[in-house]
């Protein structure tokens, strides 16, 4: 039975948790809960529980529960600034916020951490298809990797860019490409949009030969993603329509990804992994 800390009670974390206690994600528990402000979220799950669950909103007592995995559901801000600490408490660790690693160098410290604690790092692929091809064909070689999202303007107007730009996207009329750019710069003016394009950058050809487009359209409903890649493998074009989730920012897809990736990891047979 692996026992699972969760960082971050909203959409995803309590998807997550949800999953646990109904049997999608076998032989598994969640134990503690790292979270600022006490959710009813929270004390819903409790209650329902099969096992006790410990809720902190102190970080250093999160880290003192027994635990196997780590599972970041926050921002890419709690990545930045916990997750050498996850790590080096000996726990292995999966994160939603990839943006969180888009930083020179920060991946290779981790890296080295995780390596000296014995841990692993779960990097999930989330609302995207293509990473495994973005992976393999960087062993060969990559060209060009693009990926654009369109997304309605409830899921884009909060995002650091506009107010930068004093741009304000409430008045469009139809879609239009908002912001081009590398995932460097996609991943400071979108923190909570780019989070695919982050984890096909690191899968492929790196955050400064990624491209993103980010497309606002007034009158879209869900989330799509189109990628582009090609290199010595050949050239693959996927897209993807996707259902948003309660906060618009993130596809319902992207919770299933997490699920799918937490099912791997307490599974004996990783297929895909």
Same mark, same amino acid.
């Given at each position: 039975m692996k026992k699972i800390g969760i960082i971050g009670f909203g959409n995803i974390g309590y998807g997550l948790a949800k999953a646990v206690l109904d049997g999608t994600v076998p032989? =598994?528990?969640?134990?503690?809960?790292?979270e600022p402000n006490v959710l009813p979220a929270f004390e819903e799950f409790k209650s329902n529980a099969k096992n006790p669950v410990k809720?902190?909103?102190?970080?250093?007592?999160?880290?003192?529960?027994?635990?196997?995995?780590?599972?970041? =559901?926050?921002?890419?801000?709690?990545?930045?600034?916990l997750a050498k600490k996850i790590l080096a408490a000996g726990f292995d660790f999966m994160m939603m916020s990839v943006g969180g690693l888009i930083?020179?160098?920060?991946?290779?410290?981790?890296?080295?951490?995780?390596e000296a604690n014995d841990v692993v790092i779960i990097v999930p692929c989330g609302a995207i298809t293509g990473q495994n091809i973005a992976a393999a064909g960087a062993i060969a070689g990559l060209d060009e990797v693009v990926i654009q999202s369109t997304k309605g303007i409830g899921g884009l107007k909060d995002a650091?860019?506009?107010?930068?730009?004093?741009?304000?996207?409430?008045?469009?009329?139809?879609?239009?490409?908002?912001?081009?750019?590398?995932?460097?710069?996609?991943?400071?003016?979108?923190?909570?949009n780019v989070n695919v394009a982050a984890s096909l950058a690191l899968a492929g050809i790196g955050p400064e030969k990624t491209t993103v487009e980010i497309?606002? &359209?007034?009158?879209?409903? &869900?989330?799509?993603?189109?990628v582009r890649i090609t290199g010595k493998f050949g050239t693959m074009s996927c897209s993807l329509t996707l259902m948003p989730s309660p906060n618009k920012r993130s596809s319902y897809l992207a919770m299933l990804g997490a699920i799918a990736a937490l099912k791997k990891y307490v599974s004996p047979i990783k297929i895909g992994y």
């Open positions: 032989n =598994a528990e969640i134990v503690a809960v790292y809720f902190y909103t102190d970080f250093e007592e999160f880290l003192k529960t027994s635990m196997d995995i780590v599972v970041e =559901a926050a921002n890419p801000v709690v990545v930045k600034t930083e020179n160098g920060f991946l290779a410290e981790l890296e080295k951490l995780a650091p860019y506009f107010k930068e730009k004093q741009m304000d996207i409430s008045t469009l009329t139809e879609a239009q490409v908002v912001f081009r750019g590398d995932v460097f710069d996609a991943v400071k003016y979108f923190p909570q497309v606002a &359209d007034p009158h879209s409903s &869900d989330i799509k993603q189109n």
